[in-house]
C-alpha cells in the first residue's frame, strides 16, 4: 500500500505560481509512474500532467503545456507541479497519482492509476 500526500495547494491571483508537491510513503515509489490530476467543482477529474519513474518521460494536458511543470525527486519520495501563469480556469482540487506497474510508460487515463491522495485545493481569483 502507498500513501500519497499533497501540499502546497492555495489561493493565488490570476498570472501568479504556485508549487504542489506530493510525498509517497513507500521509498519503492521511484519505480512507477506518477501524476497529476485535477476536479473543479461540477466537473469530471481530468488529467494534468504524467511523469515515468526516471523523469525520461513526461506528458501534459494541452490546456497546460507551456505552463505547468512535473518533475520528481526519487530520492526524497515526491513528485511536484510546478504551475505557473494560473488562470482561473486552472482552480480545482488537484491529486497526485501513482500507478501499479513498474518502469511503465506514461499514462493520461485515470484508470492507469492505483494509489491517489486526498488533493489539495487551488483557487485562482481574477
Known amino acids: 500500500q502507498v500513501q500519497l500526500v499533497e501540499s502546497g495547494g492555495g489561493l493565488v491571483q490570476a498570472g501568479g505560481s504556485l508549487r504542489l508537491s506530493c510525498a509517497a510513503s513507500r521509498r519503492s515509489i521511484g519505480i512507477y509512474t506518477l501524476a497529476w490530476f485535477r476536479q473543479a467543482p461540477g466537473k469530471e477529474r481530468e488529467f494534468v500532467a504524467t511523469i515515468t519513474w526516471n523523469g525520461g518521460n513526461t506528458n501534459y494536458a494541452n490546456s497546460v503545456k507551456g505552463r505547468f511543470t512535473i518533475s520528481r525527486d526519487n530520492a526524497k519520495n515526491t513528485v511536484y507541479l510546478q504551475m505557473n501563469s494560473l488562470k482561473p480556469e486552472d482552480t480545482a482540487v488537484y491529486s497526485c497519482?501513482?500507478?501499479?506497474?513498474?518502469?511503465?510508460?506514461?499514462?493520461?487515463?485515470?484508470?492507469?492509476?492505483?494509489?491517489w491522495g486526498q488533493g489539495t485545493q487551488v483557487t485562482v481569483s481574477l
Open positions: 497519482a501513482a500507478a501499479s506497474t513498474p518502469w511503465a510508460p506514461v499514462y493520461t487515463h485515470e484508470n492507469d492509476y492505483t494509489y
